[in-house]
């Protein structure tokens, strides 16, 4: 299972209903394709997205914003998830959604398997947290998924970065609904977030 990440903020001044509207119509639109395509999408309001910085004097990494998760099989899908976004059926909702969105970075994970997750098919529902963290340096892999494995509870998920496609952190430990956890490794960045669609 990967998961095409998007993290986006609104152009300054937009209205947060307008911005969350024309995203939840993209999101309606997008999931009526088959699941070849995509297996299913949601997006995300976080308190603050430390890695999405705005150069030219825009919003700051501590600035609420988005996250939007595209489920898929494999990279295939992704291919094809990619080409119905913008195909007729989409175009209008996905151009709609643009037009008001300012910053944005994307990245591309794959589901761990570890004992006792949640459905991969599904992100977390409601309110949650999702904990970024990367691998201590001179930490082998095997050494970290190990200690990894032994604290995530049960009920998470754990998504390992797949590609650099941006700046967040190479793991994504998601908890469900007001689970918290200490959790290895370095940089651990603590979002919270609540599904808008």
């Not at 930490?139 to 967040?168: H, I, K, N, T």
Request: proline share 8%; hydrophobic share 40%.
């Amino acid at each position: 299972m990967l998961a095409y990440l998007f993290w986006h903020r609104p152009l300054p001044g937009v209205d947060r209903s307008a911005y969350e509207s024309a995203l939840m119509r993209f999101h309606e639109s997008v999931r009526d394709e088959p699941a070849d395509v995509l297996v299913s999408s949601t997006c995300h309001r976080l308190d603050r997205i430390p890695w999405l910085v705005v150069s030219d004097g825009g919003a700051g990494g501590d600035e609420p914003g988005y996250e939007d998760w595209y489920l898929v099989r494999d990279s295939a899908a992704l291919d094809r998830l990619n080409e119905a976004a913008i195909n007729a059926r989409h175009r209008s909702f996905h151009d709609d959604a643009a037009a008001l969105a300012g910053a944005g970075a994307g990245g591309l994970y794959s589901l761990v398997e570890f004992p006792g997750g949640r459905d991969p098919a599904r992100v977390a529902d409601g309110d949650s947290e999702s904990v970024w963290l990367s691998k201590p340096p001179r930490v082998s892999y095997s050494e970290f998924m190990s200690d990894l494995a032994a604290l995530v509870p049960p009920g998470a998920q754990v998504w390992q970065r797949r590609l650099v496609l941006g700046p967040a952190p190479e793991f994504c430990v998601e908890l469900p609904g007001q689970t918290r956890a200490e959790l290895p490794g370095t940089s651990l960045v603590r979002i919270r977030r609540c599904v808008i669609t």
